[in-house]
Protein backbone atom coordinates (compact mmCIF):
# COMPACT_ATOMS: atom_id res chain seq x y z
CA UNK A 1 0.00 0.00 0.00
CA UNK A 2 1.15 3.73 0.01
CA UNK A 3 2.66 3.77 3.62
CA UNK A 4 4.37 1.01 2.80
CA UNK A 5 6.01 2.29 -0.33
CA UNK A 6 6.87 5.56 1.22
CA UNK A 7 8.42 3.44 3.98
CA UNK A 8 10.60 1.31 1.22
CA UNK A 9 11.74 4.71 -0.31
CA UNK A 10 12.58 6.12 3.04
CA UNK A 11 14.74 3.59 3.97
CA UNK A 12 16.03 3.58 0.23
CA UNK A 13 17.14 7.06 0.84
CA UNK A 14 18.82 6.60 4.32
CA UNK A 15 20.98 3.21 2.51
CA UNK A 16 21.66 5.22 -1.12
CA UNK A 17 21.56 9.16 -0.63
CA UNK A 18 19.66 11.53 -3.27
CA UNK A 19 20.01 10.61 -6.50
CA UNK A 20 22.51 14.19 -7.48
CA UNK A 21 24.84 12.64 -5.04
CA UNK A 22 24.87 9.05 -6.08
CA UNK A 23 25.66 10.56 -9.70
CA UNK A 24 28.45 12.68 -8.60
CA UNK A 25 29.96 9.62 -6.62
CA UNK A 26 29.71 7.72 -9.60
CA UNK A 27 31.33 9.36 -11.76
CA UNK A 28 34.21 9.37 -9.25
CA UNK A 29 34.17 6.00 -9.72
CA UNK A 30 34.37 6.65 -13.52
CA UNK A 31 37.42 8.96 -12.70
CA UNK A 32 39.28 7.06 -9.92
CA UNK A 33 38.65 3.46 -11.84
CA UNK A 34 39.99 5.19 -15.11
CA UNK A 35 42.90 7.02 -13.67
CA UNK A 36 43.99 3.25 -11.94
CA UNK A 37 43.64 1.24 -15.00
CA UNK A 38 46.20 3.46 -16.51
CA UNK A 39 48.80 1.97 -14.39
CA UNK A 40 47.74 -1.28 -14.09
CA UNK A 41 47.49 -1.82 -17.80
CA UNK A 42 51.21 -1.09 -18.03
CA UNK A 43 52.73 -4.27 -16.47
CA UNK A 44 56.34 -3.06 -16.97
CA UNK A 45 55.42 -0.22 -13.32
CA UNK A 46 54.67 -3.72 -11.06
CA UNK A 47 58.57 -4.04 -11.37
CA UNK A 48 59.59 -1.35 -11.37
CA UNK A 49 56.93 0.50 -8.95
CA UNK A 50 55.57 -2.40 -7.12
CA UNK A 51 54.21 -0.61 -4.61
CA UNK A 52 52.44 2.11 -6.60
CA UNK A 53 51.13 -0.78 -8.96
CA UNK A 54 49.49 -2.14 -6.17
CA UNK A 55 47.74 0.73 -5.09
CA UNK A 56 46.61 1.83 -8.36
CA UNK A 57 45.26 -2.05 -8.08
CA UNK A 58 43.47 -1.57 -5.71
CA UNK A 59 42.27 2.09 -6.65
CA UNK A 60 40.94 0.55 -10.01
CA UNK A 61 38.93 -2.12 -7.51
CA UNK A 62 37.37 0.03 -5.54
CA UNK A 63 36.67 2.79 -8.11
CA UNK A 64 34.86 0.14 -9.93
CA UNK A 65 32.89 -1.02 -6.82
CA UNK A 66 31.76 2.74 -6.40
CA UNK A 67 30.37 2.61 -10.04
CA UNK A 68 28.22 -0.43 -9.81
CA UNK A 69 26.82 0.66 -6.40
CA UNK A 70 26.27 3.83 -7.82
CA UNK A 71 24.47 2.79 -11.15
CA UNK A 72 21.09 2.83 -11.13
CA UNK A 73 19.48 -0.31 -9.94
CA UNK A 74 17.11 -1.55 -12.82
CA UNK A 75 19.77 -2.02 -15.02
CA UNK A 76 22.15 -4.14 -12.39
CA UNK A 77 18.64 -5.58 -11.03
CA UNK A 78 18.77 -8.99 -12.74
CA UNK A 79 22.29 -9.43 -12.29
CA UNK A 80 22.17 -9.12 -8.18
CA UNK A 81 24.99 -7.57 -8.53
CA UNK A 82 24.43 -4.30 -6.20
CA UNK A 83 22.50 -6.74 -3.36
CA UNK A 84 25.78 -9.26 -3.28
CA UNK A 85 27.75 -5.83 -2.60
CA UNK A 86 25.70 -4.72 0.21
CA UNK A 87 25.96 -8.28 1.63
CA UNK A 88 29.29 -9.13 1.69
CA UNK A 89 31.08 -5.30 2.22
CA UNK A 90 27.58 -4.39 4.85
CA UNK A 91 29.63 -1.15 5.67
CA UNK A 92 29.04 1.14 2.73
CA UNK A 93 24.90 0.47 3.37
CA UNK A 94 25.27 2.95 5.44
CA UNK A 95 25.75 6.51 4.39
CA UNK A 96 28.31 7.50 6.78
CA UNK A 97 30.12 3.76 5.72
CA UNK A 98 29.77 4.97 2.05
CA UNK A 99 31.40 8.36 3.51
CA UNK A 100 33.95 6.49 4.56
CA UNK A 101 34.72 4.40 1.74
CA UNK A 102 34.77 7.56 -0.50
CA UNK A 103 37.28 9.20 1.93
CA UNK A 104 39.49 6.17 1.60
CA UNK A 105 39.69 6.21 -1.98
CA UNK A 106 40.49 9.70 -1.72
CA UNK A 107 43.40 9.22 0.32
CA UNK A 108 44.93 6.43 -1.94
CA UNK A 109 44.46 8.85 -4.53
CA UNK A 110 46.60 11.52 -2.98
CA UNK A 111 49.35 9.23 -2.17
CA UNK A 112 50.50 9.95 -6.00
CA UNK A 113 52.30 13.18 -6.79
CA UNK A 114 50.40 14.08 -10.13
CA UNK A 115 48.62 16.55 -10.34
CA UNK A 116 45.19 14.57 -11.97
CA UNK A 117 45.62 12.25 -8.47
CA UNK A 118 45.36 15.37 -6.32
CA UNK A 119 42.36 16.38 -8.40
CA UNK A 120 40.38 13.15 -8.18
CA UNK A 121 41.76 12.99 -4.45
CA UNK A 122 39.81 16.01 -3.41
CA UNK A 123 36.86 15.28 -5.54
CA UNK A 124 36.23 11.93 -4.13
CA UNK A 125 37.05 13.56 -0.45
CA UNK A 126 34.07 16.37 -0.79
CA UNK A 127 31.90 13.61 -1.86
CA UNK A 128 32.38 10.99 1.16
CA UNK A 129 32.28 14.63 3.46
CA UNK A 130 28.65 14.97 1.72
CA UNK A 131 27.75 11.24 2.56
CA UNK A 132 28.30 11.52 6.07
CA UNK A 133 27.13 14.60 6.51
CA UNK A 134 23.67 13.25 4.67
CA UNK A 135 23.97 10.73 7.41
CA UNK A 136 23.36 13.30 10.17
CA UNK A 137 20.19 14.60 8.69
CA UNK A 138 18.42 11.15 8.86
CA UNK A 139 15.19 11.01 11.51
CA UNK A 140 15.73 11.69 14.84
CA UNK A 141 13.52 10.95 17.58
CA UNK A 142 11.44 12.88 19.57
CA UNK A 143 8.04 13.09 21.79
CA UNK A 144 5.59 14.26 19.11
CA UNK A 145 2.32 11.86 19.06
CA UNK A 146 0.81 11.96 15.47
CA UNK A 147 -1.36 9.23 14.01
CA UNK A 148 0.04 10.24 10.79
CA UNK A 149 2.84 12.61 9.80
CA UNK A 150 5.01 14.17 7.01
CA UNK A 151 8.23 12.59 7.08
CA UNK A 152 11.52 15.31 5.84
CA UNK A 153 14.72 13.15 5.31
CA UNK A 154 17.86 15.44 4.52
CA UNK A 155 17.42 18.88 3.06
CA UNK A 156 13.79 18.48 1.59
CA UNK A 157 12.56 14.91 0.97
CA UNK A 158 9.12 14.37 1.99
CA UNK A 159 7.07 10.52 2.19
CA UNK A 160 3.84 10.61 3.90
CA UNK A 161 4.48 7.68 7.11
CA UNK A 162 2.30 6.11 9.53
CA UNK A 163 3.10 6.55 12.79
CA UNK A 164 2.86 3.21 14.97
CA UNK A 165 5.35 4.60 17.75
CA UNK A 166 4.08 7.38 19.60
CA UNK A 167 7.72 8.23 20.83
CA UNK A 168 9.29 9.11 17.19
CA UNK A 169 8.59 11.28 14.57
CA UNK A 170 11.09 13.32 12.12
CA UNK A 171 12.67 16.21 11.21
CA UNK A 172 10.41 19.24 10.79
CA UNK A 173 10.53 22.00 8.27
CA UNK A 174 11.76 24.06 11.17
CA UNK A 175 14.67 21.84 11.58
CA UNK A 176 15.50 22.02 7.99
CA UNK A 177 15.44 25.31 7.80
CA UNK A 178 17.62 25.85 10.61
CA UNK A 179 20.60 23.38 8.72
CA UNK A 180 20.23 24.95 5.84
CA UNK A 181 21.80 28.05 8.29
CA UNK A 182 24.79 26.32 8.71
CA UNK A 183 25.50 26.44 4.83
CA UNK A 184 24.51 29.87 3.88
CA UNK A 185 26.87 31.04 6.41
CA UNK A 186 29.27 29.18 5.77
CA UNK A 187 29.09 30.52 2.21
CA UNK A 188 29.55 33.50 3.40
CA UNK A 189 32.43 33.31 5.27
CA UNK A 190 33.93 32.04 2.19
CA UNK A 191 32.90 35.14 0.12
CA UNK A 192 34.86 37.14 2.52
CA UNK A 193 37.80 35.43 2.26
CA UNK A 194 37.47 35.37 -0.89
CA UNK A 195 39.97 38.28 -1.75
CA UNK A 196 42.61 36.79 0.07
CA UNK A 197 42.28 33.21 -1.69
CA UNK A 198 42.74 35.53 -4.74
CA UNK A 199 45.56 37.38 -3.76
CA UNK A 200 47.24 33.86 -2.52
CA UNK A 201 46.74 32.16 -6.20
CA UNK A 202 48.00 35.24 -7.68
CA UNK A 203 51.40 34.55 -5.75
CA UNK A 204 51.79 31.14 -6.36
CA UNK A 205 51.00 31.96 -10.22
CA UNK A 206 53.78 34.26 -10.17
CA UNK A 207 56.37 31.97 -8.78
CA UNK A 208 55.57 29.23 -11.10
CA UNK A 209 56.07 31.52 -13.64
CA UNK A 210 59.91 32.55 -12.22
CA UNK A 211 60.50 29.11 -10.98
CA UNK A 212 58.69 26.60 -12.71
CA UNK A 213 56.13 23.87 -11.61
CA UNK A 214 56.72 22.02 -8.78
CA UNK A 215 54.37 19.42 -7.23
CA UNK A 216 54.82 21.00 -3.52
CA UNK A 217 53.59 24.30 -4.55
CA UNK A 218 50.51 22.76 -6.52
CA UNK A 219 49.62 20.90 -3.71
CA UNK A 220 49.25 23.20 -1.01
CA UNK A 221 47.44 25.51 -3.49
CA UNK A 222 45.06 23.17 -4.55
CA UNK A 223 44.65 22.16 -0.55
CA UNK A 224 43.32 26.24 -0.05
CA UNK A 225 41.28 26.06 -2.52
CA UNK A 226 40.00 22.59 -2.02
CA UNK A 227 37.20 23.95 0.73
CA UNK A 228 35.85 25.95 -2.33
CA UNK A 229 35.40 23.55 -4.61
CA UNK A 230 33.64 21.39 -1.48
CA UNK A 231 31.65 24.48 -1.41
CA UNK A 232 30.55 24.80 -4.93
CA UNK A 233 29.76 21.15 -4.84
CA UNK A 234 27.36 21.60 -1.76
CA UNK A 235 25.46 23.84 -3.41
CA UNK A 236 25.15 22.39 -6.41
CA UNK A 237 24.00 19.59 -4.37
CA UNK A 238 22.17 21.62 -2.19
CA UNK A 239 20.17 23.22 -4.94
CA UNK A 240 19.49 19.68 -6.79
CA UNK A 241 17.95 18.44 -4.12
CA UNK A 242 14.59 20.76 -3.78
CA UNK A 243 11.77 18.70 -4.74
CA UNK A 244 8.56 21.56 -4.22
CA UNK A 245 5.50 20.07 -2.96
CA UNK A 246 2.08 22.11 -2.00
CA UNK A 247 3.06 23.54 1.32
CA UNK A 248 6.54 22.81 1.82
CA UNK A 249 9.59 24.34 1.19
CA UNK A 250 12.15 23.37 -1.81
CA UNK A 251 15.54 23.36 -0.69
CA UNK A 252 16.29 26.16 -2.85
CA UNK A 253 13.55 28.85 -1.39
CA UNK A 254 14.78 27.42 2.06
CA UNK A 255 18.61 28.86 0.71
CA UNK A 256 17.25 31.74 -1.26
CA UNK A 257 15.43 33.12 2.24
CA UNK A 258 18.44 32.25 4.69
CA UNK A 259 20.59 33.80 2.21
CA UNK A 260 18.05 36.82 2.01
CA UNK A 261 18.01 37.42 5.80
CA UNK A 262 21.94 36.90 6.22
CA UNK A 263 22.79 39.51 3.78
CA UNK A 264 20.00 41.75 5.30
CA UNK A 265 20.92 41.51 8.49
CA UNK A 266 23.98 41.30 8.45
CA UNK A 267 27.36 43.79 8.06
CA UNK A 268 30.83 42.71 6.78
CA UNK A 269 32.48 44.69 9.08
CA UNK A 270 30.42 42.08 11.73
CA UNK A 271 31.55 39.04 10.33
CA UNK A 272 35.09 40.17 9.75
CA UNK A 273 34.83 41.04 13.57
CA UNK A 274 33.80 37.66 14.00
CA UNK A 275 36.06 35.50 11.76
CA UNK A 276 38.69 37.35 13.92
CA UNK A 277 37.33 36.26 17.07
CA UNK A 278 36.49 39.53 18.36
CA UNK A 279 32.75 39.25 18.00
CA UNK A 280 30.41 41.37 16.64
CA UNK A 281 30.65 44.81 16.20
CA UNK A 282 29.87 47.22 19.35
CA UNK A 283 29.06 43.75 21.33
CA UNK A 284 31.06 41.99 24.35
CA UNK A 285 33.44 39.29 23.57
CA UNK A 286 30.81 37.11 24.74
CA UNK A 287 28.04 37.82 22.39
CA UNK A 288 26.64 35.72 19.70
CA UNK A 289 26.05 36.74 16.58
CA UNK A 290 22.26 35.61 15.99
CA UNK A 291 21.36 35.28 12.10
CA UNK A 292 17.79 35.26 11.47
CA UNK A 293 16.47 32.04 9.48
CA UNK A 294 12.67 30.99 8.02
CA UNK A 295 10.18 33.21 7.31
CA UNK A 296 10.55 36.70 6.24
CA UNK A 297 8.11 37.87 8.87
CA UNK A 298 10.13 35.70 11.75
CA UNK A 299 11.07 37.68 14.62
CA UNK A 300 14.52 38.68 13.60
CA UNK A 301 17.22 40.41 16.15
CA UNK A 302 20.24 41.66 16.35
CA UNK A 303 23.23 41.76 18.77
CA UNK A 304 22.79 45.29 19.37
CA UNK A 305 19.45 45.06 20.34
CA UNK A 306 20.11 43.07 23.62
CA UNK A 307 22.99 45.63 24.40
CA UNK A 308 20.43 47.07 26.97
CA UNK A 309 20.46 48.77 30.04
CA UNK A 310 19.34 46.82 33.24
CA UNK A 311 16.36 48.74 34.84
CA UNK A 312 17.84 48.00 37.95
CA UNK A 313 21.27 50.11 37.33
CA UNK A 314 24.49 48.64 37.56
CA UNK A 315 27.18 47.84 39.46
CA UNK A 316 26.15 46.07 43.47
CA UNK A 317 22.32 47.22 42.34
CA UNK A 318 22.23 45.38 39.50
CA UNK A 319 24.06 42.01 41.03
CA UNK A 320 21.21 42.30 43.96
CA UNK A 321 18.58 42.66 41.98
CA UNK A 322 19.91 40.40 38.53
CA UNK A 323 22.38 38.04 40.17
CA UNK A 324 23.65 35.11 38.26
CA UNK A 325 19.82 34.33 37.90
CA UNK A 326 18.21 31.68 35.50
CA UNK A 327 17.10 30.91 32.07
CA UNK A 328 13.84 32.53 31.07
CA UNK A 329 11.73 33.25 27.66
CA UNK A 330 11.09 36.79 27.01
CA UNK A 331 8.09 36.67 24.39
CA UNK A 332 8.39 40.10 23.54
CA UNK A 333 11.64 39.70 21.55
CA UNK A 334 12.04 35.49 21.19
CA UNK A 335 14.99 34.88 23.10
CA UNK A 336 16.03 33.75 26.79
CA UNK A 337 17.31 36.41 28.90
CA UNK A 338 18.80 35.21 32.59
CA UNK A 339 16.57 36.74 35.65
CA UNK A 340 17.33 36.75 39.19
CA UNK A 341 15.08 36.90 41.93
CA UNK A 342 13.61 40.23 40.83
CA UNK A 343 11.09 39.77 37.31
CA UNK A 344 11.78 43.57 36.73
CA UNK A 345 14.78 42.43 35.18
CA UNK A 346 14.25 42.29 31.57
CA UNK A 347 16.89 41.93 29.46
CA UNK A 348 20.18 41.46 30.06
CA UNK A 349 23.64 43.10 28.10
CA UNK A 350 23.86 40.50 26.01
CA UNK A 351 22.21 37.35 24.07
CA UNK A 352 22.81 33.91 25.70
CA UNK A 353 22.88 30.62 24.11
CA UNK A 354 19.12 29.70 23.69
CA UNK A 355 17.18 30.80 21.14
CA UNK A 356 13.46 30.77 20.60
CA UNK A 357 11.91 29.94 16.86
CA UNK A 358 8.52 30.09 17.83
CA UNK A 359 6.76 30.49 14.92
CA UNK A 360 9.10 26.90 13.66
CA UNK A 361 8.49 25.42 17.01
CA UNK A 362 12.24 24.99 17.71
CA UNK A 363 15.18 25.62 19.91
CA UNK A 364 18.46 25.48 18.73
CA UNK A 365 21.42 26.74 20.73
CA UNK A 366 23.51 29.52 18.66
CA UNK A 367 26.68 27.29 18.92
CA UNK A 368 25.09 24.46 17.16
CA UNK A 369 24.22 26.12 13.75
CA UNK A 370 26.49 29.33 14.04
CA UNK A 371 30.21 28.31 14.57
Not at 132 to 150: G, N
Not at 223 to 230: D, F, N, P
Not at 253 to 259: D, L, M, Q, T
Request: hydrophobic letters at 40%; charged letters at 20%; one cysteine or more.
Amino acid sequence: DRTTAAAEALQTYIHTGPDSLRILAFLGGIAITSAGALTVLSVSEAFHHPVMYLLNAYQTLFGLVTCLLEADPKYLNKFGIQEKIREYFQLITELWGRGLFYLFQASIALMHFTLLHVIIGLYMAAIGLLTISLHFTRPVASTTERSEAVVTVGFDVHFPIAMTDSRRRYKSDAEVIAESGVLVRFVYHLYLQLPALLAFIRGHLACWAERGFTFRRTAITLGVIGRYIMALVMIGIFNNLGRRREGMYSAYSVFNRGGRHLLGDLRVDQLERELRGQGPAGAGADTDLLVPLGDPGATSFSSREANTVCPCGSGRKRKRCCGAGSGRLDKRVGRTVTTGGNEKCGESESIFEKVELERYGMRVLSEGFLD
